[in-house]
């Protein structure tokens, strides 16, 4: 699960020598608002449609100040990196380097959520369970001590704080339709039940909002 596995060299990166105009033509070619720019294969940074806009788009974009010149991972960065930085940084692209910070391509957001959306955990069926704890009393080898108490299985896990409150949610996927029996055994050692989604109706409501994002992003 590193960088190299998503990058993507179709995009094609922008030169100093390009002006605002032909950059701008680029992204709507791509239908992107962020591109990279590259020197004899050292990036220099991103440039974004806002930045070339405030700029006299007849000029060079090696003339411009870019805003995202730090903004890229190596090759042999974990895909959680990328997500970091992307959240980070509000972009929908992140160009990818060697350790000679050397070009090699881009990620795209599009490109991490397929990923990640195709993965065994997401794909194989089951349930959505989502528990809200006190940082004190969480303990995830205790939480799937309790769902394979009734024979089910935790395929993924993900775990938020929920700021000042001490508190954090625990979101689980199981391999089960039916938690039933799963919820009532929580409930029983006093974790509370936020949440719990049956995964043909949950999927369908993610499914509709992962439908409106790559619409959004193309647009």
Do not use: C, W
Not at 42 to 55: A, K, N, P, T, V
Not at 149 to 167: D, H, N, R, T, Y
Not at 184 to 212: G, H, M, P, Q
């Amino acid at each position: 699960m590193v960088a190299e596995i998503l990058i993507s060299n179709e995009i094609v990166p922008l030169k100093t020598s390009d002006t605002g105009e032909e950059a701008l033509n680029v992204m709507s070619d791509y239908f992107l608002r962020y591109l990279p720019i590259v020197n004899n294969s050292q990036l220099l940074g991103i440039l974004s449609e806002d930045e070339i806009l405030d700029h006299d788009v007849s000029e060079p974009i090696g003339s411009y100040r870019l805003s995202y010149q730090h903004s890229y991972v190596t090759a042999k960065d974990h895909i959680y990196v990328v997500m970091r930085l992307l959240a980070e940084s509000g972009l929908t692209i992140i160009p990818v380097v060697d350790d000679d910070k050397n070009y090699l391509g881009v990620i795209t957001l599009e490109a991490l959520l397929q990923y990640f959306a195709g993965m065994a955990s997401f794909a194989s069926p089951g349930s959505i369970l989502v528990l809200e704890v006190a940082s004190r009393d969480y303990s995830m080898s205790e939480i799937a001590r309790i769902v394979e108490s009734e024979s089910a299985l935790i395929l993924s896990s993900f775990v938020s704080s929920v700021p000042e409150s001490g508190l954090v949610e625990v979101t689980l996927k199981i391999n089960r339709q039916n938690l039933q029996s799963v919820i009532a055994t929580f409930v029983r050692f006093n974790y509370r039940i936020k949440a719990s989604f049956n995964e043909a109706t949950y999927l369908d409501s993610l499914k509709e909002r992962y439908d409106a994002l790559m619409s959004y992003l193309n647009v």
